[in-house]
């Protein structure tokens, strides 16, 4: 079956350096998004990507990040200068297009800052 | 987006049906419920989404009110691996983004 992957699997920073974590969503998927999950509280929305744009954004997605599709495969969220609470989980969904179609989300990247 | 409002948490004894509720009150006509796990802390899991029919797959099945203002997700036999935190999401209009709320966590015991 298709899966979202997503690498590293887990990462170990120092605070104020760049970041990036990779996904690969579903081949034929052309909605990208990206969340984030703090130990022990929601998942969060961060950013949502169509047609080579960010599509929608949250609060939390300001200037520090930002997203790439670099090539016809990977998609990509860069933290230009992390901070101690940049520390999560990071998930990587897609979907095909269109509403009433189902997100899927990868096993997401561990982010720790130290 | 219509909001939704669910048990903080719930238990279910192993092989028995899991009912897990959900109250949409506020949901428009054409957002669909959706419901999505999370086991520890993976990738949320697709389990299954209704607009207005009750649906069924291989995981679970769904019943929607006729009012559409609430659901419950049915788990038919629970077992162990079921354990997680299950989320009940209304799709905003766009149809592009999933609001996570608290969800409820099920528990099954043996």
């Known amino acids: 079956e298709p899966e979202v992957t997503q690498t590293p699997s887990h990462q170990v920073t120092q605070m104020g350096q760049e970041v990036i974590l990779r996904c690969v969503p579903i081949?034929?998927?052309?909605?990208f998004y990206w969340y984030r999950q703090i130990l022990g509280q929601k998942v969060e929305f961060l950013v949502s990507?169509?047609?080579?744009?960010?599509?929608?954004k949250s609060e939390i997605f300001d200037d520090q990040f930002s997203v790439e599709r670099p090539d016809g495969s990977n998609f990509t969220l860069k933290i230009r200068s992390t901070k101690l609470e940049d520390s999560a989980m990071y998930f990587c969904?897609?979907?095909?297009?269109?509403?009433?179609?189902?997100?899927?989300f990868g096993e997401g990247s561990w982010l720790t800052v130290v | 987006d219509a909001k939704t409002t669910q048990p903080p948490s719930m238990d279910c004894a192993e092989g028995r049906a899991a009912n897990l509720p959900c109250n949409h009150s506020?949901?428009?006509?054409?957002?669909?419920v959706y419901w999505y796990r999370q086991i520890h802390s993976q990738g949320p899991q697709y389990i299954i989404h209704?607009?207005?029919n009750n649906e069924t797959n291989e995981m679970a099945s769904l019943i929607i009110t006729e009012d559409r203002k609430s659901s419950t997700l049915i788990l038919p036999h629970a077992t162990l691996r079921d354990t997680a935190v299950y989320y009940c999401?209304?799709?905003?209009?766009?149809?592009?983004?999933?609001?996570f709320g608290g969800g409820t966590r099920l528990m099954v015991k043996p």
């Open positions: 969904a897609s979907k095909i297009t269109g509403s009433g179609n189902t997100i899927y």
């Open positions: 081949s034929n998927h052309l909605y």
């Open positions: 990507f169509y047609n080579n744009e960010i599509s929608e």
């Open positions: 506020t949901i428009s006509g054409n957002e669909y």
């Open positions: 209704g607009l207005k």
């Open positions: 999401i209304v799709l905003n209009n766009a149809g592009n983004m999933l609001t």
